[in-house]
């Protein structure tokens, strides 16, 4: 018997794709490295990397570039708390750019990643016009493991969704496609431009 072809929709483009597996490369070193004093230049130059790749990622979602665009995926935490409840009870929508919840944790992470590489980049610089280096070590350890927290979120919630909807999220995030949605799903309220 042979296999039905799966009609397919291109969601992620390249920019997407390469910032997501590099600032993944990026902060598993950084958070690698944290801890030992022979590794602190690699532990730098990675949290720099993830610092340089973050601002990036934010210029790109606005320029308004289809899914990638932070227009395509408000902010709404009420929407997240709705697609949360429903992914526990099984019946969440399909979306095929970021559902709410996706969304409420990417500016979540967002957020999290900057102070991390803010503040590491200040205590690697001795605080330099801030005399706080207790504090600055303090922001930096505890924004660094919410972000770790963040990303366990949001693995957790990629393979979630991809049970939910038979789609494989990380082969999207790969192949820049996800599968076309059936008759019935909704998609998201987001156009490609």
């Given amino acids: 018997m042979m296999k039905k072809e799966v009609p397919m929709q291109y969601v992620w483009d390249p920019f997407v794709r390469i910032f997501h597996w590099s600032l993944v490369a990026a902060f598993c070193v950084a958070f690698y490295t944290h801890a030992s004093e022979w590794d602190r230049l690699i532990h730098v130059r990675a949290g720099y990397t993830a610092g340089i790749l973050l601002v990036a990622r934010i210029g790109w979602g606005l320029m308004k570039t289809g899914y990638a665009s932070f227009d395509s995926f408000p902010l709404n935490p009420m929407q997240a708390a709705r697609h949360i409840y429903h992914v526990l009870k099984g019946n969440a929508k399909r979306y095929i750019g970021h559902n709410p919840a996706g969304s409420l944790v990417i500016y979540a992470m967002l957020i999290a990643g900057l102070t991390a590489v803010c ?5 690697f610089n001795e605080g330099w016009l801030l005399d706080q280096p207790e504090l600055l070590q303090t922001i930096h350890k505890y924004s ?4 770790l927290m963040l990303v366990s979120m949001h693995i957790v919630g990629v393979i979630a969704e991809s049970i939910l909807h038979q789609d494989n999220l990380i082969r999207a995030m790969i192949t820049g496609c996800k599968r076309v949605s059936k008759k019935g799903e909704r998609q998201a309220q987001q156009k490609v431009v």
């Fill in 144 to 147: 660094a493991w919410g972000w």
């Fill in 119 to 123: 503040s590491g980049w200040l205590v």
